[in-house]
């Protein structure tokens, strides 16, 4: 006997009932209402119109409705004014998952199923051919989980953090073994049972390749790192291994780095949602910076950083709201000739790079530096 799984989920129905009884507290804080100048897609918007179709016992059924569901980037800047701290971004993806089940999510987001299961991931090449190259034994240090953008898209990335941790005295090995994409698509698209089965298969794969719960997986991309402490728990998967990021490993090494002359000038470092927010990880980036640059770190954000847009599948779904957000977020970043803005998540770098501005890897940065090369070369 099968059990039919409710459209909306109570955990997510009483989420936004909390929002429906609201005065909107956190309505200025949405980039994508700002962007669209919409009060549809506030968050009070967007929850309340699930928390009405959780109440009728429905889908989402015309297409504005499924649409409003997509128009958020999980960057849960709401969250930080929300007084029941509520997870407005988790609600709207089981909200997802209802239209997915329903049969009216958007094309752009039902094609990442199709994606996943013909490739197990959003990327047009084979990914396991691509990670052939690192392929090697164990390395004290732990193993690096790199993602699948930096495996298809910036593999110099990843040759950037292995060098950076060698000369901190903790090699990595680049964990080759399958899957090798933590799944978040599928999470942000609405396929919520096929993201539970890939967070298993993920957890199990690294378990075995990193040695258990002695063993560390060190996450190249935040927004991969997030999604493995975050959302894995929301669907009672257990990594039961150490997992740090990137920027929280070296800067926990950073006192075996060699002795470097800093690069002149300083850094202007720009946090990453999933980094900031997700994992209230706001200092470890700020350190290494400092270390880098003789200047030291200019990082007016923190955790009340503005989104990209790069999030939440907008950038599939609504590309040009997400190219508005990234937009808005780049009249914020200083414009001197001098200023080297940074970021330590890929996926924030290359959305804004979409939009005309230019945004340097922070461990590309790291790794320059404890390599003893010229800051300039990074510009070119
Ligand atoms: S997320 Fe919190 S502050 Fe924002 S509308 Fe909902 S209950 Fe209100
Ligand atoms: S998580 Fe971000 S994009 Fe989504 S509703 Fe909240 S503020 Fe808006």
């Not at 009932?17 to 506030?42: G, H, I, Q």
């Not at 499924?66 to 969250?79: D, K, N």
């Not at 990193?210 to 063993?215: E, H, P, S």
Request: include cysteine; proline fraction near 6%; charged fraction near 15%.
């Amino acid at each position: 006997m099968s059990t039919r799984l409710p459209l909306v989920p109570q955990t997510a129905a009483a989420a936004s009932r909390l929002c429906v009884y609201c005065p909107k507290m956190c309505r200025f804080s949405c980039p994508v209402s700002e962007a669209t100048r919409s009060e549809t897609v506030t968050p009070w918007g967007k929850m309340t119109m699930l928390a009405l179709t959780a109440a009728a016992g429905r889908a989402p059924t015309v297409p504005e409705e499924a649409e409003a569901l997509y128009a958020c980037s999980g960057c849960l800047r709401c969250q930080t004014y929300c007084t029941h701290e509520n997870d407005v971004p988790a609600a709207l993806y089981a909200g997802r998952a209802a239209a997915v089940r329903a049969g009216v999510a958007p094309a752009a987001a039902v094609s990442v199923g199709a994606a996943f299961r013909a490739r197990g991931s959003l990327e047009a090449i084979d990914l396991q051919s691509a990670a052939t190259r690192w392929t090697g034994p164990r390395k004290r240090g732990g193993v690096l989980f790199a993602g699948c953008e930096a495996l298809a898209r910036e593999p110099h990335t990843i040759d950037a953090m292995l060098s950076a941790t060698k000369a901190l005295g903790v090699p990595l090995s680049v964990h080759t073994a399958a899957p090798l994409c933590c799944g978040r698509p599928l999470l942000e698209a609405g396929f919520a049972e096929a993201f539970a089965a890939r967070a298993e298969r993920v957890a199990t794969s690294l378990r075995t390749h990193a040695g258990g719960r002695a063993g560390r997986v060190v996450v190249l991309e935040p927004r991969c790192a997030e999604t493995m402490v975050r959302h894995y728990a929301s669907v009672g998967v257990e990594l039961a291994l150490t997992v740090n990021t990137a920027t929280t490993f070296l800067a926990q090494h950073l006192p075996a780095a060699p002795d470097r002359s800093p690069f002149p000038g300083h850094a202007v470092y720009h946090d990453a949602c999933a980094l900031a927010r997700g994992l209230a990880e706001t200092e470890a980036p700020r350190e290494l910076l400092k270390a880098a640059f003789a200047g030291g770190v200019h990082a007016p954000e923190g955790s009340d950083v503005l989104c990209c847009g790069a999030g939440g599948l907008m950038p599939r779904t609504l590309p040009l709201v997400a190219a508005g957000m990234a937009r808005r977020l780049a009249q914020t970043l200083p414009a001197g000739a001098d200023d080297m803005v940074v970021s330590a998540s890929g996926a924030c770098r290359r959305h804004l790079a979409d939009v005309g501005t230019s945004v340097v890897d922070l461990v590309a940065v790291v790794s320059r530096w404890l390599a003893g090369g010229n800051k300039g070369v990074m510009h070119g």
